[in-house]
């Protein structure tokens, strides 16, 4: 299975690229981990509208092929470790790529939010969007240690 992670944003502290490797290169080739940045648009003129809409488009092109779509939002559905594997063993069954879908600062465009077979929301808190993908790949590699009962969850 291959996990994709479409993040809005690009050159991101060496921490971010730290914490998010030293998770993604931890799974095994059959839960592959994939990041995908996707460049932010400039936000001179405050046009938030047409800026997720930009954004939006340019996440949509880097859907791989009949992805399972799942959003990480604030009104998404809180998951638990538990909850995340089962999804994962869902996926997995599935036989098709996934794609994790983050938005920028101003989140996700309407038609990012329309395609999504799943809405995931990490917390009720706000996080940092380089922070978001850390803790993305940290509770991916927890859920699949857990499916696999490897000793990392417990």
């Known amino acids: 299975m291959q996990i994709h992670l479409i993040s809005v944003g690009n050159r991101m502290p060496d921490w971010v ?13 059959e839960c592959e981990l994939i990041l995908k940045e996707i460049p932010a648009d400039k936000r001179r003129n405050g046009d ?3 800026i997720t809409k930009t954004e939006g488009e340019r996440m949509i092109a880097a859907l791989p092929n009949r992805a399972h ?6 009104p998404g559905k ?7 594997s089962q999804a994962m063993q869902r996926w997995l069954g599935n036989g098709q790529p996934v794609a994790l879908m983050v ?8 038609q990012v939010k329309a395609m999504a077979q ?5 917390s009720a ?8 993908r850390v803790i993305v790949a ?5 859920a699949w240690s857990l499916m696999h009962n490897h000793p990392y969850h417990r």
């Open 48 to 50: 938030i509208e047409r």
């Open 69 to 74: 779509v799942v959003t990480l939002d604030i």
């Open 103 to 110: 938005g920028g600062p101003e989140g996700l465009s309407a």
């Open 125 to 132: 808190l706000t996080f940092p969007h380089p922070l978001v």
């Open 138 to 142: 940290e509770q991916i590699y927890r």
């Open 17 to 29: 690229q730290q914490g998010y490797n030293e998770y993604a290169k931890r799974l095994p080739r």
């Open 78 to 84: 809180p998951w638990t470790t538990p909850d995340l």
């Open 118 to 122: 799943e809405c995931w929301s990490l």
